[in-house]
């Protein structure tokens, strides 16, 4: 394997200002309703903080509406159906909001008693955004050895902006894809995608690069001598 | 005061060097935080924290407070009762009072920030000179905001509205402005004397002090006598535990200057107490920090039972301490203690009193709850986190369009 030096891979980092829209929902209607006409950046909120916020919790709960769904309306079978939605197959914020009214409207429709169930005054569903203001931090890699260093070193806000945010926000900065184009690392590129983020802690992704990594050096290595 | 790089070995220092990288965006833009108090209180907590720090990251920080007579801090103090809910008759001369009080202010004071932060009602109607000076203006509400009493939330929206845009510390503060809301939790600084760590005999000593024995389980409460932390229901709760399970009681709460109410509210407590050996009510100077670390420590379960908070910035001290802490489902408790992992959040009397009971009979889960508060501190409420999070309200007033803003 040959490490070329095309294009460098600038780490970026990210972070988000939280805003309240004033709007809540005390039922499946209402929630139905914010989701449907709220602005995208209340779509990502509400998919993704969680797994910054309340990283210790990862796996679950995924989502706020799964969470308050489940816990909150007490419809379990809604509320997995929402917490089972699969974030990592969609590449757009438009395409999740569109699969979760999917799933609530065929919900609602199979089972009209959800529409009855409200939720206790003071626990509604409080809608909210997400402004992401991206900054280039000062690591940037020519080749594997120096993306490990990186990876190791950068804050797990960066490893989430790469994992993430670029692919949701229709950007082409993400790992793999670097790893695939840059340094013609397509089967290490295929792992780092072998692996669903959503279901891991930031800092356990950061280990499961790493290690990934490493274990490709240490084959360049071995086969060299 | 600690320098940011001492928070390293608590967050990480990457997440230092990410502090660095948007500080760079603001060197040298001023804000001018204005409260009304420069001591006692968790704004004024809060900003002693703050200030050094945002000034080390190179942006000009500043802090002035406003005066007030004795009949203002009492409209004030009525007003934030109100805003948390209670009803609140207020007579045209209150009114122009407190109208009066903020002209004042704003003619004296040099009104100088390229970002004027403006924190919680009393100085709120400052922002009638933007009209003049113009400058981007910021109103920080750190109070429950969750049922206002209609009156004076009508009153002071008209003002709250002229800013640019406002800060509330939970999610149902929201309410229906024409301008941007913007959440921000409040935090603790692992490094204060509040919050850093202490040797035994420090804690040991400071229970000796207050005559506290050390080798019974003791149940805390630290909060300002205020009838919004429910110091007599606290009693009533621990009263019930005990006939069970042998324990002390303390509650501990420092006074504030804009705070009139407090000394009524310590009297009703000393009725409800009754001269119980096993109770400590402890009246405590501004600068008991120390102190307070040391009860916090020494406790076995800490507690909040507050009817309404404004964030309960005493729950996150506890947590931090990886104490077991109770509270109430009120203000930005919540996101403090998660039901169940990081702690138990009670709704009665009752409930309280069976999760006392609860945690000091099964000691393994309530040092469970305490090591997982502990960590969910640290990820989201020291105040690296704040930091992050002041610096971004300021940028997006730099940058007030998109919903990804690329700096």
Same mark, same amino acid.
């Given at each position: 394997?040959?490490?070329?030096?095309?294009?460098?891979?600038?780490?970026?980092?990210?972070?988000?200002?939280?805003?309240?829209?004033?709007?809540?929902?005390?039922?499946?209607?209402?929630?139905?309703?914010?989701?449907?006409?709220?602005?995208?950046?209340?779509?990502?909120?509400?998919?993704?903080?969680?797994?910054?916020?309340?990283?210790?919790?990862?796996?679950?709960?995924?989502? *706020?509406?799964?969470?308050?769904?489940?816990?909150?309306?007490?419809?379990?079978?809604?509320?997995?159906?929402?917490?089972?939605? *699969?974030?990592?197959?969609?590449?757009?914020?438009?395409?999740?909001?569109?699969?979760?009214?999917?799933?609530?409207?065929?919900?609602?429709?199979?089972?009209?008693?959800?529409?009855?169930?409200?939720?206790?005054?003071?626990?509604?569903?409080?809608?909210?955004?997400?402004?992401?203001?991206?900054?280039?931090?000062?690591?940037?890699?020519?080749?594997?050895?120096?993306?490990?260093?990186?990876?190791?070193?950068?804050?797990?806000?960066?490893?989430?902006?790469?994992?993430?945010?670029?692919?949701?926000?229709?950007?082409?900065?993400?790992?793999?894809?670097?790893?695939?184009?840059?340094?013609?690392?397509?089967?290490?590129?295929?792992?780092?995608?072998?692996?669903?983020?959503?279901?891991?802690?930031?800092?356990?992704?950061?280990?499961?690069?790493?290690?990934?990594?490493?274990?490709?050096?240490?084959?360049?290595?071995?086969?060299?001598? | 005061?600690?320098?940011?790089?001492?928070?390293?070995?608590?967050?990480?220092?990457?997440?230092?060097?990410?502090?660095?990288?948007?500080?760079?965006?603001?060197?040298?833009?001023?804000?001018?935080?204005?409260?009304?108090?420069?001591?006692?209180?968790?704004?004024?907590?809060?900003?002693?924290?703050?200030?050094?720090?945002?000034?080390?990251?190179?942006?000009?920080?500043?802090? *002035?407070?406003?005066?007030?007579?004795?009949?203002?801090?009492?409209?004030?103090?009525?007003?934030?009762?109100? #805003?948390?809910?209670?009803?609140?008759?207020?007579?045209?001369?209150?009114?122009?009072?407190?109208?009066?009080?903020?002209?004042?202010?704003?003619?004296?004071?040099?009104?100088?920030?390229?970002?004027?932060?403006?924190?919680?009602?009393?100085?709120?109607?400052?922002?009638?000179?933007?009209?003049?000076?113009?400058?981007?203006?910021?109103?920080?509400?750190?109070?429950?905001?969750?049922?206002?009493?209609?009156?004076?939330?009508?009153?002071?929206?008209?003002?709250?509205?002229?800013?640019?845009?406002?800060?509330?510390?939970?999610?149902?503060?929201?309410?229906?402005?024409?301008?941007?809301?913007?959440?921000?939790?409040?935090?603790?600084?692992?490094?204060?004397?509040?919050?850093?760590?202490?040797?035994?005999?420090?804690?040991?000593?400071?229970?000796?002090?207050?005559?506290?024995?050390?080798?019974?389980?003791?149940?805390?409460?630290?909060?300002?006598?205020?009838?919004?932390?429910?110091?007599?229901?606290?009693?009533?709760?621990?009263?019930?535990?005990?006939?069970?399970?042998?324990?002390?009681?303390?509650?501990?709460?420092?006074?504030?200057?804009?705070?009139?109410?407090?000394?009524?509210?310590?009297?009703?407590?000393?009725?409800?107490?009754?001269?119980?050996?096993?109770?400590?009510?402890?009246?405590?100077?501004?600068?008991?920090?120390?102190?307070?670390?040391?009860?916090?420590?020494?406790?076995?379960?800490? #507690?909040?039972?507050?009817?309404?908070?404004?964030?309960?910035?005493?729950?996150?001290?506890?947590?931090?301490?990886?104490?077991?802490?109770?509270?109430?489902?009120?203000?930005?408790?919540?996101?403090?203690?998660?039901?169940?992992?990081?702690?138990?959040?009670?709704?009665?009397?009752?409930?309280?009193?069976?999760?006392?009971?609860?945690?000091?009979?099964?000691?393994?889960?309530?040092?469970?709850?305490?090591?997982?508060?502990?960590?969910?501190?640290?990820?989201?409420?020291?105040?690296?986190?704040?930091?992050?999070?002041?610096?971004?309200?300021?940028?997006?007033?730099?940058?007030?369009?998109?919903?990804?803003?690329?700096?």
């Amino acid at each position: 394997m040959s490490e070329s030096n095309l294009e460098p891979f600038h780490f970026y980092t990210r972070q988000n200002l939280i805003y309240l829209t004033g709007r809540k929902a005390k039922n499946i209607s209402e929630l139905l309703a914010g989701i449907k006409e709220l602005p995208l950046s209340s779509i990502y909120h509400h998919t993704h903080h969680y797994l910054e916020q309340f990283e210790f919790l990862t796996p679950e709960p995924p989502n *706020d509406y799964a969470y308050w769904i489940k816990n909150i309306l007490q419809d379990r079978l809604l509320g997995e159906e929402i917490a089972s939605l *699969d974030l990592s197959q969609f590449s757009t914020l438009e395409e999740i909001r569109n699969k979760i009214i999917e799933i609530i409207e065929v919900s609602v429709q199979r089972n009209t008693e959800s529409l009855q169930r409200s939720a206790p005054p003071g626990e509604e569903f409080y809608f909210k955004k997400a402004r992401s203001f991206i900054s280039q931090t000062k690591y940037i890699s020519n080749n594997l050895t120096e993306f490990l260093e990186c990876l190791k070193n950068v804050s797990i806000y960066s490893i989430y902006f790469h994992v993430f945010e670029s692919r949701l926000r229709g950007s082409n900065s993400d790992f793999s894809t670097w790893l695939a184009t840059s340094l013609n690392e397509t089967e290490l590129a295929r792992e780092f995608l072998r692996l669903d983020p959503y279901l891991q802690t930031l800092d356990s992704l950061r280990k499961f690069f790493v290690g990934l990594i490493e274990n490709r050096l240490k084959e360049n290595t071995n086969a060299r001598t | 005061m600690p320098e940011l790089k001492e928070y390293a070995k608590y967050v990480g220092s990457d997440i230092i060097d990410e502090l660095e990288l948007y500080a760079a965006k603001l060197k040298n833009v001023t804000v001018q935080n204005i409260n009304s108090t420069a001591v006692g209180g968790g704004v004024a907590e809060i900003l002693t924290n703050m200030i050094p720090l945002l000034q080390e990251l190179g942006i000009n920080a500043k802090w *002035d407070v406003i005066k007030g007579g004795e009949k203002f801090f009492e409209i004030t103090k009525k007003m934030h009762n109100a #805003l948390h809910g209670q009803q609140g008759n207020f007579s045209q001369e209150e009114i122009d009072n407190y109208l009066e009080t903020n002209e004042s202010n704003a003619n004296q004071m040099n009104l100088h920030g390229d970002i004027i932060y403006i924190h919680d009602p009393q100085p709120c109607a400052l922002i009638k000179r933007k009209q003049e000076i113009g400058r981007k203006w910021i109103w920080r509400c750190h109070i429950d905001f969750s049922r206002p009493d209609q009156f004076i939330w009508k009153f002071l929206k008209e003002y709250v509205e002229k800013y640019d845009v406002s800060v509330f510390s939970a999610p149902s503060f929201a309410r229906e402005l024409t301008i941007p809301q913007v959440l921000i939790a409040p935090s603790i600084d692992p490094l204060s004397d509040k919050n850093k760590n202490l040797p035994q005999e420090t804690i040991d000593a400071v229970l000796e002090s207050f005559k506290i024995d050390k080798n019974r389980p003791i149940v805390t409460q630290i909060s300002r006598f205020d009838y919004l932390k429910d110091p007599v229901g606290v009693v009533k709760a621990f009263k019930q535990v005990r006939k069970s399970v042998d324990c002390q009681l303390v509650l501990a709460g420092g006074e504030a200057t804009d705070d009139p109410e407090g000394g009524q509210v310590l009297a009703e407590v000393r009725e409800v107490v009754e001269n119980d050996p096993d109770i400590f009510l402890l009246l405590l100077p501004p600068s008991s920090n120390i102190e307070i670390n040391a009860l916090q420590r020494a406790s076995t379960v800490v #507690l909040q039972k507050s009817l309404r908070e404004g964030f309960g910035l005493t729950v996150a001290e506890a947590l931090w301490k990886a104490k077991p802490v109770i509270a109430s489902a009120v203000g930005g408790i919540p996101l403090q203690v998660v039901h169940k992992y990081s702690g138990l959040l009670t709704h009665t009397i009752e409930g309280t009193s069976f999760a006392i009971k609860q945690l000091l009979q099964n000691q393994p889960y309530a040092k469970k709850l305490g090591e997982n508060g502990r960590e969910h501190i640290r990820k989201n409420f020291l105040i690296t986190r704040h930091l992050r999070d002041y610096m971004l309200l300021f940028l997006s007033l730099i940058y007030p369009e998109g919903d990804v803003v690329y700096l």
